[in-house]
């Protein structure tokens, strides 16, 4: 069974940056995402990563926040900056793939993140 842990959400002031974590445990081949979703608002993508390093952002993104994977440690990263209120959300983690011959896709709890002065 394969699980999703996000962590490194927080309260940070526009122009901050954090760097969210989603750690996986058990195997999965195949694409990792960050989405997020603000209250009333539906999720969305915010970055994609495919398991041969493609990356694509939101066009609201682009430019400042980074998503990347340490194979070693079986975690995604997304590193955001220049952070703006609008990028207030829960962001959620998500693998598509597949795991011991099943198609699967999970997504984690979701982090808080909370940009505000």
């Known amino acids: 069974q394969v699980r999703l842990v996000e962590s490194g959400g927080g309260l940070v002031q526009p122009g901050g940056s954090l760097r969210l974590s989603c750690a996986a445990s058990?195997?999965?081949?195949?694409?990792m995402a960050w989405y997020r979703q603000a209250p009333g608002k539906e999720r969305e993508l915010v970055a994609g990563?495919?398991?041969?390093?493609?990356?694509n952002y939101a066009d609201s993104v682009k430019g400042r926040f980074t998503i990347s994977r340490d194979n070693a440690k079986n975690t995604l990263y997304l590193q955001m900056n220049s952070l703006k209120p609008e990028d207030t959300a829960v962001y959620y983690c998500?693998?598509?793939?597949?795991?011991?011959?099943?198609?699967?896709?999970?997504w984690g709890q979701g982090t808080l993140v909370t940009v505000s002065s």
């Open positions: 998500n693998a598509r793939g597949w795991s011991f011959g099943r198609f699967l896709e999970v």
């Open positions: 058990g195997s999965i081949i195949g694409s």
């Open positions: 990563l495919t398991s041969g390093g493609d990356t």
